[in-house]
């Protein structure tokens, strides 16, 4: 369990899926008293067709109130498990926990004349797969919390990150995953200019770090794990690299070393831009966004011809890179921790192999222009957009999207949510809706080749 | 002499909760509980379960040892508070010495009240609050033939099942005109007592002991008609009385209980009181009431618990809603909320006499549920307290509600307060 106490995990439900068909219920029923009879379900799905469809469910509260109006001690919260118990030797069918619990969690079951409630199946719920519309999952992110929680932090406190960053978040959550025997390259960025390789003689991360330039990262670090092969001792050679590093620059000796297959975990924190040195624009800076090169206003352009951001999109690096048909290729975002760490696992195990490869976009409080406080925001919206896609591939399964989005929020509500894109024209913004649409059909389109 | 932050008295329902209020958001000022009974904490209201043997005596505790040290309390037991000195922050213990405190809650609850009757200090009797009452009736019960039970409140009508079941003649004699007067009506009390007769029992409702006097097999108690019984086992279950001599010659304004504001305070600023002892506001009314029930004593306990702590999230106490829950002879029966009738108000009742079915449903005049009870018809009693506590109106759903409760509530919690 984690040093701040353990996280659990959860049913969630999506009301907006529910149709009300009622197969949970019969799933439950079914699983925890041998009949199909919804009644005596302990899940209730409520309303109506007109009304919309809700939940009654135990949700193994904190500080659970059935608990504390149990005269008997026949119910507990589980730390462990994070789920009330119930005890049937203790309990003496008093009723109370009813009369406790103000969400209907815990009932009386005519069928035994004892109360029932949520046991969440000892973490297999049965209602989750019975639900056709995927309207009930089960997340484990609280995994995460727990385990990771645990692990050595493998770089100093106090890094000189501006406040709020995504991009420290990111690399904390890296180091601590591939853990100690890891030798770290970081080209100039974000990623060493905020401390990780040192001042002064002193170095801010626990492993070996060093500090290649922009341009040679993906080569130093093929050579570095080479020899480290020739001794014959594990490690995993892991870049961390700014956008900028990766696509501009460092793309030739990135490109040479995934042709070449090394076995090497490469991962680019897509902050889209020179975020470091002044925010200067990148090749991943998408269209349309201020950066100090690509500036807003009347007589900012080339030529003193006003300026309205930048004028081409993005490139799709990540694209490019299922091109070198690599060990692995992925996209990830903070936002969504479960998929990002499911990815950093089989990107570890592919370095192994040969050469891994993974996109984490990372919103830039300073540079987008975002209260500090709305990283993770921005991080879902841009995929709740599709602005952003999570999909990951490998030679074998070809590509296929790990957390598709089905009914996308319009462009806009991405936009709107920082300062970079505040100028934009509604020309622009159809643009980049547009490029959405069009980059959703591509993804599509190999998604779907791959599957063939 | 022994100095404390945090003293809290009693260590049951109020008490424990507001030893985890107090820990949430102080976890470090020290904290000590006193209770006089010598065992870990148990509820008053598993006792019945002891008294059948159900429960087993060991198996019934609501906190151990390891809990306490946990949390960094100190708890003592077997020791009571004899007397609270408000002018200079000190309880004095039975055994004489004191302990300093900052603060004090007290969460004394009740002690079942004896009535004054002729001859009943001449004779053997049981009364069941604490384990060790529990205990010696579970040990009698197994030897009664002819057992009598004084008063037809819910801890005298636990008993009386147990005893039936045991195999003893049981009488259950009760002053008012109906047994569990005040939680359920005439027509739920009369399923109740039909269950009780049909399983042997006899019930005297209407009835006063005005006298008693040993006899050859234990007592003989005479009723105001005349007629007599005699009893090989006698169970004075009469009521209760809230726990606060140790407040005599205090300034802690006490009426009927320990009068407290809706934050738990009393009249004396650092002096809390929670549970059965305390006398809170009502829900119904501004006036304060007795409401000597489990939920009640948590809610109050936590909220006194926060307070002391002084937790920026403590919410103020909304009154008291008197709340029941009663299994008997495998049946249930089910109470939420006033069982008066608000002026212009309405009753829908609805029994089916074939499965014993029966409920009651109280509205105000503003179609605001105020009361709801079921014999045999399962509800949701806490989305009921909640519908109650919101005044929710239910002029839109009302037909449907009485119908199906349970479903009608839940949508309702699904959509308002989830
Ligand atoms: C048989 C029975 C059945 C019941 N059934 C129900 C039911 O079904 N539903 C319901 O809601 N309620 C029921 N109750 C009532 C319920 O148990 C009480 O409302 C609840 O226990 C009150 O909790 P409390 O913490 O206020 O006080 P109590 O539980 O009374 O605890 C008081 C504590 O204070 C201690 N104490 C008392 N005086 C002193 C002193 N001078 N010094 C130190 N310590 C002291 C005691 O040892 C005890 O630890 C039942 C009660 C009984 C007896
Ligand atoms: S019904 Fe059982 S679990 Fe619920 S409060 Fe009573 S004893 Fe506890």
């Known amino acids: 369990m984690g040093t701040f106490g353990g996280a659990y995990n959860t049913i969630a439900f999506d009301a907006n899926k529910c149709d009300g068909c009622g197969d949970c219920m019969t799933a439950c029923a079914t699983a925890k008293v041998g009949v199909g009879d919804t009644a005596r379900s302990r899940i209730q799905i409520v309303g109506s067709a007109d009304d919309g469809f809700e939940l009654a469910l135990c949700r193994q509260c904190a500080d659970p109130k059935c608990v504390t109006v149990c005269p008997a001690a026949a119910l507990t919260k589980n730390s462990a498990s994070g789920v009330i118990d119930w005890n049937g030797d203790k309990c003496v069918d008093c009723l109370l926990c009813t009369v406790g619990c103000a969400y209907a969690g815990i009932a009386l079951d005519a069928g035994t004349g004892h109360v029932a409630k949520c046991d969440t199946c000892d973490g297999a719920p049965a209602c989750v797969p019975a639900c056709p519309h995927d309207a009930l999952t089960y997340i484990t992110t609280s995994r995460i919390y727990n385990e990771v929680g645990d692990w050595e932090d493998l770089f100093a406190p106090g890094l000189a990150g501006c406040q709020g960053c995504n991009t420290e978040l990111l690399m904390r959550h890296t180091l601590r995953r591939t853990g100690p025997e890891t030798v770290l390259a970081t080209p100039p960025g974000c990623v060493p200019g905020m401390g990780s390789v040192g001042f002064n003689g002193t170095t801010g991360t626990k492993v070996p770090v060093f500090h290649p330039l922009l341009t040679n990262t993906a080569a130093m670090l093929a050579g570095v794990k080479r020899q480290y092969k020739r001794v014959g001792r594990e490690v995993l050679a892991l870049a961390i690299a700014g956008d900028g590093g990766a696509s501009d620059v460092g793309f030739q000796s990135l490109s040479g070393a995934a042709e070449r297959n090394e076995q090497i975990l490469f991962m680019v924190v897509d902050n889209e831009g020179y975020m470091n040195t002044g925010m200067q624009r990148s090749s991943c800076t998408p269209y349309g966004a201020w950066t100090s090169t690509t500036p807003v206003g009347q007589g900012t352009g080339s030529g003193g011809m006003p300026s309205q951001g930048k004028t081409q999109d993005a490139k799709n690096l990540p694209l490019i890179m299922v091109n070198h048909r690599c060990e692995y290729v992925a996209t990830a975002s903070t936002a969504y921790m479960e998929d990002l760490y499911d990815k950093l696992d089989k990107a570890i195990a592919a370095s192994k192999r040969g050469f891994a490869y993974l996109h984490v976009y990372s919103p830039c409080t300073t540079g987008w222009r975002f209260p500090t406080d709305q990283n993770m925001e921005v991080a879902r919206k841009a995929v709740e957009t599709n602005f952003v896609m999570l999909w990951e591939y490998n030679p074998a399964d070809g590509l296929h999207f790990t957390r598709p989005v089905d009914d996308p929020l319009p462009v806009t509500e991405y936009l709107k949510a920082m300062g970079r894109f505040r100028h934009l024209s509604e020309d622009q913004i159809s643009h980049i809706q547009g490029k959405v649409v069009e980059n959703l059909a591509f993804v599509k389109q190999m998604a779907h080749v791959a599957k063939a | ?418």
């Open chain 2, 1 to 418: 002499m022994e100095q404390t932050k945090y003293l809290v008295v009693g260590s049951s329902h109020a008490a424990l909760e507001a030893v985890t209020a107090i820990r949430m958001h102080d976890p470090e000022g020290s904290l000590t509980l006193l209770t006089r009974d010598p065992h870990l904490p148990y509820s008053p209201t598993v006792l019945p379960y002891v008294v059948s043997g159900r429960s087993a005596p060991d198996g019934i505790f609501l906190r151990d040892e390891k809990f306490f040290a946990t949390l960094g309390v100190q708890l003592k037991r077997g020791t009571a508070l004899k007397a609270l000195h408000v002018e200079r922050n000190a309880a004095e213990l039975a055994d004489g010495s004191e302990i300093a405190y900052e603060k004090v809650l007290l969460a004394t609850g009740a002690s079942p009240a004896i009535p004054p009757i002729p001859g009943l200090d001449q004779v053997a009797y049981h009364v069941l609050r604490t384990l060790d009452d529990a205990t010696k009736l579970n040990a009698a019960i197994k030897n009664s033939k002819r057992a009598v039970v004084m008063g037809a409140g819910l801890v005298g009508m636990h008993a009386a099942e147990n005893l039936v079941k045991a195999g003893a003649k049981v009488t259950i004699v009760e002053m008012a005109k109906q047994l569990t007067d005040g939680y359920f009506d005439a027509t739920a009390a009369g399923l109740i007592a039909k269950a009780f007769t049909d399983n042997g029992a006899t019930i005297l409702t209407g009835s006063r002991v005005v006298k008693l006097a040993s006899s050859a097999i234990g007592a003989l108690l005479t009723l105001e008609n005349g007629t007599t019984l005699e009893a090989d086992l006698l169970l004075v279950a009469t009521g209760v009385k809230p726990n606060m001599e140790y407040l005599a010659g205090s300034q802690v304004e006490h009426d009927r209980g320990i009068l407290v504001s809706d934050t738990m305070q009393t009249s004396v600023a650092n002096v809390w009181s929670a549970g059965d002892c305390a006398q809170a506001k009502g829900f119904y009314t501004d006036a304060k009431i007795m409401n000597a029930i489990l939920p009640d004593a948590t809610e109050q306990g936590r909220i006194a618990g926060m307070a002391m702590a002084e937790d920026p999230g403590l919410k103020k106490y909304p009154g008291g809603v008197p709340l029941n829950t009663y299994h008997f002879f495998g049946r249930h029966a089910i109470s939420v909320g006033s069982s008066k009738v608000p002026e212009g108000g309405e009753v829908v009742t609805r029994f089916d006499e074939a499965s014993g079915r029966y409920l009651k449903a109280i509205f105000s005049a503003d179609n605001r549920l105020t009361g709801i009870y079921g014999v045999n018809e399962f509800f949701d009693g806490g989305v009921m307290c909640q519908l109650i506590l919101r005044r929710i109106d239910l002029s839109p759903v009302k037909g449907r509600f009485l119908a199906e409760p349970m479903k009608v509530g839940r949508e309702i919690m699904s959509k308002t307060w989830r």
